[in-house]
């Protein structure tokens, strides 16, 4: 019997599990999740919960609810992944050996890789640093608030955007968008990564009266000043910060061969083996690949990761319909005012970017419940 280990809860790591179990029988392996948390979070909604729009406590479930019964649940931290000995060591001193491994671990975040981020700044990317936002924006009444970006890459690209979107909406329903100002900055010469997207996008925040500052790598935070510079020479005052941390690939992954410098698996594009190692295989935020950092990239990844590690260990060919990744992705992008866009776009196309609309803004209010029933169990 094969060994699998899954390193990672998250949604591309409980998908996978999922599926492997699915399609393989008890006696050809034995498949073990490591997860940091007995908790399985649906991130995506943190960005309500900033906004009061949505209970936090509707936002996880149980990681064991969400994994087949034949699938192994262990709940520690890895310290150590021993590449040449087969196994992965956790914190409390077990080690866990493998014939076939994945990655999942996503990204972490680094606040430290910006000066002034832990006393200045406001995020939404963790649950309690959504609420903690949730606060300040109740007791904000007026002034300069700067959206910003700590670092490429990061998780969720569009949520920049679309918190931008949905705050311009918030202020005005609470009658403070007249005495306010929202400036959002990004790290490149346009307001988004994808050029497409960033022509979408940049009428729209000029139409909202938003300020624009492109160029604009922040370099360090000074709380007691209330002020943010960047590498440019840019400075910016503010009443609110609110920055997507910096990220980095999980710390026990800096160091070795298979990450490069900031934790990031190398991995190959098509089909997501780590390098030098077919017996490894990385997917989502855990990757190097230049694809978004998104829960959808994971969701189109893992049905490629399960064939080739059903062939491998059936010593057959991979799935044809799943034997290579061409870097599928597709993400709602919230407008504000009840309406949205999708976006859907892979290695060899652009995202065309449809005009906002209240039925896309209601598909993405959908999925977000339904996002438990189909998405991690792997019925959709």
């Not at 590449?83 to 990204?107: K, N, R, W």
């Not at 290695?347 to 189909?374: D, E, G, L």
Request: charged share 20%.
């Amino acid at each position: 019997m094969k060994r699998i280990v899954i390193i990672g809860g998250g949604m591309g790591g409980t998908l996978i599990a999922n599926l492997l179990a699915r399609q393989l029988k008890p006696r050809e392996a034995h498949i073990t999740v490591i997860s940091a948390s007995a908790r399985h979070m649906y991130q995506p909604g943190w960005l309500y919960v900033a906004l009061g729009r949505q209970d936090p406590r509707a936002l996880s479930r149980s990681e064991r609810g969400l994994l087949s019964k034949k699938v192994a649940l262990h709940i520690g931290a890895v310290s150590k992944l021993d590449l040449e000995g087969q196994q992965v060591e956790l914190e409390g001193g077990e080690s866990l050996p493998y014939d076939y491994l994945v990655i999942a671990t996503g990204s972490r975040m680094v606040l430290e890789d910006l000066p002034g981020f832990a006393g200045g700044a406001q995020h939404f990317y963790t649950e309690e640093a959504a609420f903690r936002l949730h606060a300040q924006l109740e007791e904000f009444n007026g002034g300069r608030i700067v959206i910003g970006v700590g670092g490429l890459p990061y998780k969720c690209p569009v949520a920049p955007l679309e918190f931008t979107f949905l705050l311009d909406e918030y202020l005005a329903h609470r009658g403070l968008r007249g005495r306010s100002e929202i400036v959002y900055t990004f790290p490149l010469g346009r307001v988004f990564t994808i050029e497409s997207v960033a022509e979408f996008a940049q009428p729209l925040l000029e139409q909202r009266g938003i300020k624009i500052e492109t160029f604009f790598n922040a370099e360090e935070i000074l709380p007691d000043q209330k002020l943010v510079r960047s590498m440019e020479g840019t400075e910016l005052n503010y009443e609110l910060l609110i920055m997507t941390p910096p990220h980095r690939g999980a710390k026990f992954l800096e160091g070795l061969a298979i990450a490069d410098a900031q934790g990031w698996v190398k991995t190959d594009r098509a089909t997501l083996q780590v390098a030098d190692h077919p017996n490894i295989w990385a997917v989502g935020d855990a990757t190097d690949l230049p694809i978004s950092k998104a829960g959808s990239t994971a969701h189109f990844e893992a049905p490629v990761i399960v064939a080739h590690i059903v062939a491998a260990l059936r010593g057959s060919a991979p799935d044809p319909r799943h034997a290579e990744y061409g870097g599928h992705v597709m993400c709602f992008l919230e407008t504000g005012y009840g309406k949205a866009s999708l976006l859907d776009f892979d290695y060899q196309h652009s995202p065309q970017v449809a005009q906002p609309n209240a039925i896309t803004h209601y598909q993405k209010m959908v999925f977000n419940k339904a996002y438990w029933y189909i998405v991690p169990t792997g019925v959709f």
